[in-house]
């Protein structure tokens, strides 16, 4: 299903959903139940044939002797397809922890679920990740007997205070609970399990992966769209769950933390590291180590209230079930601050006795990890830095074509942005057709929110309509998150146009 289907489906069910939101629940219902109806179908089949072959016998009557056949061949079919859907979850790939590597960790947990109700957590880790998840495994695939596992990113931690990190935790059960009801718990386990199921058999392997791919592989994504509307509300039903475990504050302040924080991490933090790759042939520093530090001496940096204004006016991707900050917040009537990062009441301190230990062990993964690829980037770095110097030794004018990209290329291996953009301009200030400069300064104007990169990526699809699926994918994107959704299909339209007749060219590019 392509992007601007599914965003036209997700559209006609909402209003679906918001007309008769008791009929929607139960078309899902039934197309969750859908995914278990071939192999149930093949069942009764099979029973129906052993009873129709050997009930004979209790009666006196002759062996049915071909229908032994038919009763083998099914049993042998329905093992196949049992095999087939015995669909296997990965647990979280952090770091276990124990009751008694970090008590106060569990304290808070058991609190949590003893508050929210009907949540068991088989086990708990820790990540590197910005981030919070209960991931359940089904021992018997699609079957069931699912085991919880509660992840918590140690950075996360870093950010926030123990009752935000409470109510995280909260909000991630409250998925699991009742305060989903049975329905809405059963339909989240669902969407995990049939999207696994899906990812398995788009790389089959044997006759039933092949047979039973064809089927989930269209109603996966089906069942996908019409859970959708009732994933992005039970978003809404477990920040509720959150916010009557600890406040509205809590599960508030998390939330706009998670925005900001994570956008200082990404933008900043981890881009300061990474700029030094140029000058320094090793990592110059371990960052988990750093991380708390740079959290309080750059509060300013994050905590800020013309970030929190970008986040507040950012729309939730047309992909994405979670809604937007501003959504969010409105829905637990909680009017937008800029958060605090209070160290007192640091849920760091969670992780005692055992936080040093993990902080030390994630930057020691990260270091192995980290390591040869810092070496290798600081050596292709300084090469192209001398293949650079060659080029800029003449002047643009006596460059080829070839020798222009190269050289546009290389300076966007160095991160020279801006000197790339004027080298590109030059390139498409030439007689001829340049579609990946195109395309490439469409991507590099989008980034900087300039509205100009959309007619690029249009011309790049006009000059190679091998583009199509890239170009009008980056444009619909960018309209789509700026809450521009008319002008977002009316974009994908122009793309499609152009594909499909390709003489529609110049002149609709300015409409």
């Not at 032994?68 to 042998?76: Q, R, T, W, Y």
């Not at 990965?90 to 058991?110: K, Q």
């Not at 020279?416 to 590099?444: F, N, V, W």
């Not at 190679?464 to 960018?478: I, K, M, N, P, S």
Request: charged share 25%; with cysteine.
């Amino acid at each position: 299903m392509e992007r601007h289907e599914f965003s036209a489906l997700i559209g006609r069910l909402e209003r679906q959903a918001d007309d008769n939101p008791q009929f929607y629940a139960m078309k899902v219902g039934a197309l969750a139940a859908l995914g278990y109806a071939s192999i149930f179908l093949l069942a009764v089949i099979i029973l129906v044939t052993f009873w129709y072959t050997f009930s004979p016998l209790l009666s006196g009557e002759r062996f049915r002797a071909p229908l032994v056949v038919a009763c083998a061949v099914g049993l042998v079919t329905l093992v196949g397809m049992i095999r087939a859907l015995w669909v296997r979850i990965a647990e979280p790939a952090g770091l276990r922890v124990t009751r008694e590597e970090t008590p106060r960790l569990f304290e808070a947990i058991d609190e949590v679920a003893a508050k929210i109700g009907g949540v068991r957590v088989d086990s708990v880790s820790v990540s590197a990740e910005f981030n919070a998840c209960i991931v359940q495994t089904p021992s018997w695939g699609i079957f069931g007997n699912y085991r919880n596992h509660l992840e918590i990113g140690l950075p996360l931690a870093m950010v926030l205070t123990i009752d935000e990190l409470k109510a995280v935790i909260a909000h991630e059960m409250g998925h699991l609970s009742q305060a989903h009801g049975k329905f809405g718990a059963w339909i989240y386990r669902q969407r995990v399990t049939w999207h696994a199921l899906e990812s398995k058999f788009s790389n089959p392997v044997g006759i039933f992966d092949q047979i039973l791919g064809a089927f989930y592989g269209w109603y996966a994504p089906y069942f996908y769209a019409y859970s959708f509307v009732l994933a992005r509300n039970h978003e809404y039903v477990a920040d509720r769950a959150a916010a009557n475990v600890t406040s509205p504050a809590a599960i508030a302040a998390a939330l706009t933390k998670l925005e900001l924080a994570g956008r200082f991490l990404s933008e900043v933090f981890w881009k300061r590291l990474y700029d030094q790759v140029e000058r320094q042939p090793d990592p110059p520093y371990k960052p988990h180590a750093l991380m708390p530090r740079a959290f309080k001496a750059a509060e300013q940096q994050w905590a800020r209230p013309d970030w929190l204004q970008q986040s507040l006016r950012r729309y939730a991707a047309d992909d994405d079930t979670h809604p937007s900050l501003a959504e969010r917040l409105a829905a637990l009537d909680i009017e937008p601050a800029t958060p605090v990062h209070d160290t007192e009441r640091s849920a760091l301190t969670l992780f005692n006795p055992a936080t040093p230990s993990l902080v030390k062990f994630f930057d020691d993964e990260w270091q192995q990890d980290t390591a040869p690829k810092w070496r290798k980037r600081h050596t292709e770095i300084a090469e192209a830095k001398a293949k650079l110097t060659l080029l800029e030794d003449a002047e643009n004018a006596a460059l080829n074509d070839k020798e222009v990209w190269e050289k546009v290329l290389l300076l966007l291996e160095i991160d020279r942005d801006m000197e790339a953009m004027e080298t590109l301009e030059q390139i498409l200030s030439r007689e001829g057709e340049y579609p990946k400069a195109h395309l490439l300064m469409g991507r590099m104007l989008l980034d900087r929110n300039d509205d100009r990169g959309l007619k690029h990526l249009l011309l790049a699809i006009e000059q190679d309509l091998e583009l199509t699926d890239e170009a009008g994918r980056a444009g619909y994107v960018y309209l789509m998150r700026r809450g521009r959704e008319k002008e977002a299909k009316r974009f994908w339209g122009k793309a499609q146009d152009l594909y499909e007749n390709p003489r529609h060219m110049r002149d609709s590019l300015t409409d």
